[in-house]
């Protein structure tokens, strides 16, 4: 893999589950232009798909005049996603424990503990107005 220089891209699609996709191509794309491996180019792309997800269907609550925005910054030890809604925001803390007896059986409510497990680092900030903007990085070294 050859180093990637330090590079930072934007796209902001419309809060439609239609346009995941075009989040997926855009992070896939920019990816494999810098030469990320392909494992990790399926796991930013999981995670991606199920953070821009999340921010259409429960921080816009589908409401298509609201946008997502997703950024992503690549730089030599690293790959850093922000994806960022126009919602009233929530508290990550509240968030059911998928792995609690009551919740195994559920067929939603994994999204976040997917994105926990397969990122190095996932945080929550909420905006002045209420809105939710998650990060989550990725070391590109074993270091």
Do not use: C, W, Y
Request: aromatic share 2%; net charge negative; proline share 6%.
């Amino acid at each position: 893999m050859t180093p990637p220089s330090q590079d930072t891209a934007r796209l902001v699609i419309p809060s439609d589950p239609k346009r995941i996709a075009e989040a997926d191509e855009f992070l896939e794309d920019l990816l494999r232009r810098h030469g990320i491996p392909e494992s990790l180019v399926m796991d930013l792309a999981i995670v991606t798909s199920e953070l821009v997800n999340n921010a259409i269907v429960h921080g816009n609550r589908g409401d298509a005049a609201k946008t997502v925005s997703l950024s992503v910054k690549i730089n030599r030890d690293k790959v850093v996603i922000r994806v960022s809604d126009e919602g009233e925001g929530f508290d990550p803390a509240a968030i059911p424990d998928p792995l609690a007896n009551e919740n195994l059986l559920r067929e939603v409510g994994r999204g976040v503990f997917i994105v926990r497990s397969l990122m190095d680092d996932v945080r929550f900030e909420r905006g002045p107005a209420g809105q939710t903007t998650v990060e989550v990085s990725k070391r590109l070294t074993s270091d």
